[in-house]
């Protein structure tokens, strides 16, 4: 393994480790994402054609609202240790920092729909059992995209002192296509009659993550730097 | 322990070069003008008032910041286009040590090790953290640890690959007097090796043991102030403090 990998696990083992020890920020954030799902599910009541309809979109906005709170942690941890700066002070590649800080917000926002989506089935009634492995693979794609882009946008607004207000106005426009194709493909899944437009969207998912993926790759240095 | 430079550089190039350097934050200008030699060997005590632009000067040289204008060599290396070079030869101490908490203390330090691209070394690791007198303190979490040792802990980060040039800001505040002598038994021993070392403070006696020369910043400008400590060693020279941006 050459250096940059081991600085990239070296960031990954950090960001996790120091979750797994504080566990503040993921208890507070899948209880919020569980909320939202309990207050939606409330707000639309017992019609379960009703509940049906918007599962998808309700999963999907309690994924990216439950994990742009992670994003902003991710950060926040750097900037109150005042440790950006000794992470910058490394010499070395600075987009280790963002493969790095990207793994970890990606097993960070996988171990909450661990525990959103079995909780989303039984509020809204859906079926995953026999969909099982092709809305996890649609659950991991969408989520690559918005782990890119939400480590992305969260280093470029980690300096600025309104950053818990920021991150939401500068990240969500930019993942509007991202959401879409997500809840699309969610969708068809969920519903037999879309069956097939599920893999035509999964496709559209791919293009965005490498998209996205390459992007905030080569831009990161830029905006981490300050 | 003993001590090694990081790197090497040809003999009389200065460690430190700093050509009309300027950078304002806004409107206001912080740095106006600043040149500044510090040789190979040299210890530079940097002072002035509160806001004076000694934090920025450092994290300019440190490449956290750029100028507005101007240039900075590092061993002959432009900092500006060249950072990385800086980096691998660089110790700072910040005023707010970059510790973190929900990692024991060998944890920080091997965190530090394999960022700085150094192998997980836990035998290097208690040797750093016997000599920064947190021999004891290796498993404890940080959240625990007074500011002194966390200080001391950012201390040892630094040490576990010596540096040729070190940055101290304000680095005696929160240390017992034990850490003091570290401090500056640490920056003596790094300038010894052929380094150069900056030490921004408001506390001279502290510094006084080991700096050569001294210069103050007064609204932005670098003025050089004659010392008698060390004052023969004539290692460290200031070129100019000119004003006017």
């Known amino acids: ?3 940059e990998m081991h600085r990239v696990f070296a960031i ?5 480790t120091a979750e797994r020890r504080s566990k503040a920020n993921f208890n507070a954030v899948a209880f919020f994402a569980g909320l939202m799902l309990i207050m939606f599910g409330m707000a ?4 379960n054609a009703a509940l049906a309809s918007v599962s998808a979109g309700v999963l999907w906005l309690a994924i990216l609202l439950s994990g742009v709170l992670s994003f902003n942690r991710s950060y926040e941890r750097e900037i109150e240790a005042g440790a950006l700066d000794a992470l910058l002070l490394y010499p070395g590649d600075r987009r280790s920092i963002f493969i790095g800080k990207f793994l970890a917000n990606l097993l960070f926002v996988v171990l909450v729909e661990v525990i959103i989506v079995p ?9 995953i059992a026999p969909i099982f492995l092709p809305l996890a693979g649609i659950l991991f794609l969408g989520t690559v995209g918005f782990v890119a882009l939400g480590t992305f946008y969260a280093a470029m ?5 309104a950053r818990e207000v920021l991150l939401p106005l500068l990240l969500f426009p930019m993942l509007i296509p991202l959401l879409l194709a997500s809840v699309r493909a969610t969708a068809a899944l969920l519903d037999p009659s879309l069956a097939g437009e599920a ?11 490498v998209i996205f ?3 905030t790759f080569v831009a990161f240095e830029h905006v981490i730097e300050g | 322990m003993k001590h090694q430079a990081a790197g090497t550089a040809a003999a009389g190039t200065p460690a430190i070069e700093v050509e009309g350097v300027t950078r304002r934050f806004g409107s206001r200008w912080v740095l106006r003008g600043v040149d500044l030699r510090v040789d190979q060997g040299g210890v530079l005590a940097l002072t002035g008032r509160n806001g004076s632009g000694k934090t920025t000067l450092l994290r300019i040289l440190a490449t956290l910041l750029q100028p507005s204008r101007g240039t900075v060599r590092i061993f002959g290396e432009d900092a500006l286009t060249h950072p990385d070079a800086v980096r691998e030869r660089l110790g700072f101490l910040a005023h707010n040590p970059g510790i973190y908490d929900d990692l024991n203390a060998d944890e920080n330090l091997a965190f530090a090790q394999r960022m700085s691209r150094q192998s997980a070394d836990p035998a290097r690791r208690a040797e750093v953290l016997a000599r920064v007198g947190l021999v004891d303190a290796g498993r404890e979490r ?11 802990l950012a201390l040892g980060r630094i040490l576990l690959r010596p540096p040729t040039l070190l940055l101290l800001d304000e680095p005696y505040a929160s240390f017992d007097a034990d850490g003091i002598a570290l401090v500056n038994e640490v920056a003596r021993s790094v300038a010894d090796a052929g380094g150069a070392v900056v030490i921004a403070t408001h506390d001279l006696d502290r510094a006084a043991g080991i700096m050569d020369t001294r210069a103050e910043i007064d609204d932005g400008v670098l003025v050089a102030v004659p010392i008698t400590a060390r004052a023969d060693a004539h290692r460290t020279v200031l070129l100019a403090g000119s004003g006017g941006v």
Do not use: Y
Not at chain 1, 119 to 127: E, Q, T
Not at chain 1, 157 to 161: A, D, E, G, N, V
Not at chain 1, 199 to 209: G, M, R, S, Y
């Open chain 1, 1 to 3: 393994m050459n250096a």
């Open chain 1, 12 to 16: 990954a083992w950090k960001d996790v």
């Open chain 1, 44 to 47: 639309i009541g017992p019609d």
């Open chain 1, 119 to 127: 909780m989303a089935a039984i509020l809204f009634k859906m079926s």
């Open chain 1, 157 to 161: 607004s980690s300096r600025l002192r």
């Open chain 1, 199 to 209: 893999a035509e969207w999964a496709k559209i998912l791919v293009i965005f993550d």
């Open chain 1, 213 to 215: 993926l390459a992007a």
């Open chain 2, 142 to 152: 940080v959240r625990g640890f007074s500011t002194g040792m966390r200080r001391r």
